[in-house]
């Protein structure tokens, strides 16, 4: 066995000394935390793309906004409960000009991350029915999101889509939803880790389903208009994000700051209850509250409960924001394109060099360069390549943790560093000369 | 019956607009939005106590702190989730300055606002022993911190504390605890909304029944040092803001930004956890995460699940508001020692006018001035006097909500204007004189 550019026994005691038996059930944190004592103890560089967080500087119109707004003094005042008036419109009307669909401002509530939107999302779509005690997610997806289920003591089903895109998808859901346990689905669109796209035929089958069996959907746009194959960026005019809500009347839009403005350090997102879902009353909330429609529950019970809203100064930003991209002065896609631009080369040097992509295409058309990426190699389990890529200065997540069947990783564009694509070049092919692939060995 | 300075139909209307049967029953937020109806409507200016919010501009040093920090940056930076490293310590530092306790920096976690803070402590200490399955409140209280257990689905016992104080609070609090249902008690001192002071010999009590029956106590501290008997705010000299925690190992410290440093805005506060809780394993932890100690549980699965952090500029805010605070160079009592005056006059006021205040004592010393206090009327219900006192354009919400057994109302300093003492005095005398006491009427 040839040498690795990092020495395998010192990679193997940090490893140990974490006490991680299962390389791919290691968590983000974990990957994090080895890389950067194996890089220290080395003194080698590692190229990071374990994880999800945003590595560009954040939208100078927020922070303007944000800076101008504590200069008024509204550090001692309170948010409205229901959400900074000015940020509850301009979202409304963000949701008009991107997404080409109507909801009301009442609906549209600014949270602590949508982090918080998905847990008091889970909470309330949790308590309308208590038959209905079940959160389907459409995997793979965000580890935290099931570890939100866990926290609350609620219970979910999951299954990976890659074998049932298109109409493949009808059967495949009915399979869960018939049962009457389901209260709520969720997926995220683009999809982390895969950065699958979901395409339109999907989501008329997801909403039809949705109202067939009525079910709460929660349509998770942590990485809105990230497909960067079309050009979603212009206000008020098409092509739109893809939605669910062409397709059905209950749903939640979940619209996060952090990675379309690179905002994630303000913890500032806005969850958007379409208007039938905000009004309408559930047997179980009138039970546990004595009243109110899901969107008055979900924001004067629930989101008060939680944290009595959200930073005042970040609300003023993420208006700020929103209103600067509708009215078309602030091109918010071209800020982080570069994340599209990172995909390309590096799926490029892996490719290159016998890797391939998991999660390859949307209905036959190739997958979209973004945020995320999926690899494998051929003859190695999501463990032993995450594992292997270590000893080559390499950090990345198993699949495993993320609900998906397949067998590799999931690759981050975020942190990725212009002299780090001829790093990655020298080292993957060294890991390709190491490794031949059999004939047979191709999975 | 004489006119009232309002119109007593006007308000009736009002009030029936709003579907309230029993004014007792009225919400914070029902009594303000009925208040600013009649004000709009009559022209007649409200003197507006229902609220608890503060009503002075935020600290300087916490705003430039913010600002600074969102110009180097922040905003697209996740803070750690464990908090921001100079805040932990500085909260730490806090505690022993004018609490004269030591916790780690390490169990001193950011949280967006005590509201998060008190749903994190109350999930995390129901989770650690599944035959604890309820919380004890000493009560009067804030109404919200019961409908978080509403939201979470949590039990909750509660005794007005009102004829327990003393030595008569041993047993009373024994015969809860000694039934094993309790996980954990939780007081705020001073008292929101009575503010009665605890004692020493209280906390004592309180410590040492905890320590027996092993159960957590969870002190709220959300007006810090407010009781402006004596002078609390001189770092690391005596006299000290009285604490449970030099009387058990088990306790979380509940600090919060909003009414000491007037943020409320920017939903900032620290939780702190002894640092004997923070290491402790439980098995209902242990059995739901796969592992982990309380303080490990409450940041990584809690406070992660919740909201990933709190606001990043937010933290430095605190941080550099505790910091002065512990250099001696920010006073921050001297910039809230008004709602103490304001109080004073107030009380003085009502007390001309045939009023009396309900809860009235700290074992046999007169309760203090400051953010709160409450008023009777001889022979009149909470229900009646609020009602009543509508028509004389004052505002203040019941005591029934607060979970005290007393007839009266809470009445909040915060947005009393140095205009309105004449006003108050001459509509209370108006109201003395429609609502003669007679002799057998005092109750």
């Known amino acids: 066995m040839k040498t690795t550019p990092i020495l395998r026994d010192l990679v193997d005691q940090v490893i140990n000394e974490f006490q991680i038996t299962d ?29 999800g967080v945003p590595g560009l500087p954040p939208s100078a119109i927020g922070v303007e906004a ?9 550090a001692s005042l309170y948010p409205d409960i229901n959400g900074l008036p000015e940020l509850k419109k301009e979202a409304s009307r963000f949701i008009k000009a991107f997404i080409n669909v109507d909801v009301s401002s009442e609906g549209c509530v600014p949270v602590t991350g949508s982090m918080q939107g998905t847990f008091a999302s889970f909470l309330t779509c949790s308590q309308c029915n208590p038959q209905k005690d079940t959160i389907l997610f459409i995997d793979p997806g965000f580890p935290v999101q099931k570890q939100q289920l866990v926290v609350m003591g609620q219970k979910y089903e999951t299954f990976d889509v890659y074998h049932y895109r298109g ?59 990230m497909d960067f194959r079309q ?35 303000q913890r500032i997102g806005v969850s958007c209850i379409s208007d039938r879902l905000y009004h309408r009353k559930y047997d179980g909330l009138t039970q546990r509250y004595g009243g109110g429609t899901f969107g008055s529950v979900f924001i004067h019970r629930v989101l008060y409960a939680l944290s009595s809203g959200t930073s005042h100064s970040a609300q003023y930003a993420l208006a700020a924001m929103l209103k600067a991209a509708c009215d078309g002065k602030y091109h ?40 995320y990426f999926t690899i494998g190699y051929p003859g190695m389990t999501s463990g032993e390549l995450a594992k292997e890529l270590m000893y080559y200065g390499v950090s990345a997540i198993s699949l495993v943790t993320t609900g998906s069947d397949q067998q590799g990783l999931r690759a981050c564009t975020s942190f990725i560093q212009d002299h780090q694509y001829a790093l990655l070049d020298e080292r993957m092919a060294a890991f390709a000369q190491e490794h031949p692939i059999q004939a047979s060995g191709k999975v």
Chains 1, 2 share one sequence.
């Open 332 to 371: 918010f896609l071209d800020e982080v394109k570069v994340y599209g631009e990172r995909a390309r080369r590096l799926k490029e040097i892996f490719l290159r060099h016998d890797f391939y992509l998991v999660y390859d295409n949307d209905l036959g058309e190739p997958i979209a360069d973004g945020f």
């Open 167 to 225: 109409e493949k998808l009808r059967d495949k859901l009915e399979s869960y939803l018939k049962k009457g346990n389901i209260s709520a689905i969720i997926y995220s669109n683009p999809n982390n880790p895969s950065w699958v796209c979901l395409k339109e035929e999907e989501l008329r089958i997801i909403g039809a389903l949705a109202t067939q069996y009525d079910v709460i959907v929660l349509e998770d746009l942590a990485y809105f208009a």
């Open 231 to 265: 050009d979603l960026g212009k206000p008020f005019q098409p092509p739109y994000q893809p939605t669910v809500a062409h397709y059905t009347d209950y749903y939640i839009l979940l619209i996060s700051g952090s990675k379309a403005f690179s905002y994630a350090g």
């Open 66 to 74: 944000e800076i101008q707004a504590l200069q008024h003094g509204i």
């Open 23 to 51: 390389f791919a059930k290691a968590t983000i944190r974990e990957v994090k935390a080895i890389a950067a004592t194996v890089e220290k103890l080395s003194g080698m560089e590692f190229i990071k793309m374990e994880m």
